[in-house]
């Protein structure tokens, strides 16, 4: 089965800094990949999809890439209200798996 | 504007069955891939269950395969998640989700139905 593996599984910045996270998928996805950002009580909200485009409303700072197996969320600078559990998706065929998620905090 | 809109969760035993509903608005229902996505307190979100806007495609967690079973009722513009032989480690906050077309990522949430299996 589809196995997504996020890394790392938490991290500590200070606004400003680039933020990288990273999912590799077990099996070839093309750029079916999408990333969510899940704040502290909230629901899930669509960030990328198609591993690199931005869905409407996101801000610029939140840039998708990769293909195939290996992809990367980035924030260019991080910003308070990025706190948030990041979490990678394959929708390239069922099981629709989710990554494990990466907690993001403020240093 | 999009709404989804679940109801149905709550305390079952163990073995115990519950049905999920997701009263969506604000698009066209009929024409849209469904899905259910679950997340047990504390941990990350596991995906559970996809129906396609005819219904007659559905895909299964293996988690849950042959236990819950997804269905839609597009003159209601409703999503659906029977749940039978309920076990503890299906305890958990289930999300309604539509997917922005066929095979797709999920684009609009619904706020999520509590389940809580326990004797």
């Known amino acids: 089965d589809m196995q997504m593996t996020q890394s790392p599984s938490s991290l500590s910045a200070s606004v400003g800094d680039r933020v990288t996270i990273t999912c590799r998928a077990s099996l070839v996805i093309s750029n079916y990949l999408a990333w969510y950002q899940q704040k502290p009580g909230k629901v899930p909200k669509l960030l990328i999809y198609s591993a690199s485009t931005l869905q409407s409303g996101v801000p610029s700072r939140f840039r998708g890439s990769g293909s195939g197996t290996d992809f990367t969320l980035t924030i260019s600078s991080l910003q308070p209200e990025d706190v948030a559990t990041y979490y990678c998706q394959n929708y390239n065929d069922a099981p629709l798996t989710f990554g494990g998620g990466t907690k993001v905090e403020i240093k | 504007e999009v709404q989804l809109v679940e109801s149905g969760g709550g305390l079952v035993q163990p073995g115990g069955s519950l049905r999920l509903s997701c009263a969506a608005s604000?698009?066209?229902?009929?024409?849209?891939?469904m899905g259910w996505v679950r997340q047990a307190p504390g941990k990350g979100l596991e995906w559970v269950s996809d129906?396609?806007?005819?219904?007659?495609?559905?895909y299964y967690a293996d988690s849950v395969k042959g236990r819950f079973a997804i269905s839609r009722d597009n003159s209601k513009s409703t999503l659906y998640l029977q749940m039978n032989s309920l076990r503890a480690e299906d305890t958990a906050a289930y999300y309604c989700?539509?997917?922005?077309?066929?095979?797709?990522?999920?684009?609009?949430w619904g706020q999520g139905t509590l389940v809580t299996v326990s004797s």
């Open positions: 604000g698009f066209t229902f009929s024409t849209y891939t």
């Open positions: 989700a539509k997917a922005k077309s066929s095979g797709s990522s999920y684009d609009y």
């Open positions: 129906i396609n806007s005819s219904g007659e495609r559905t």
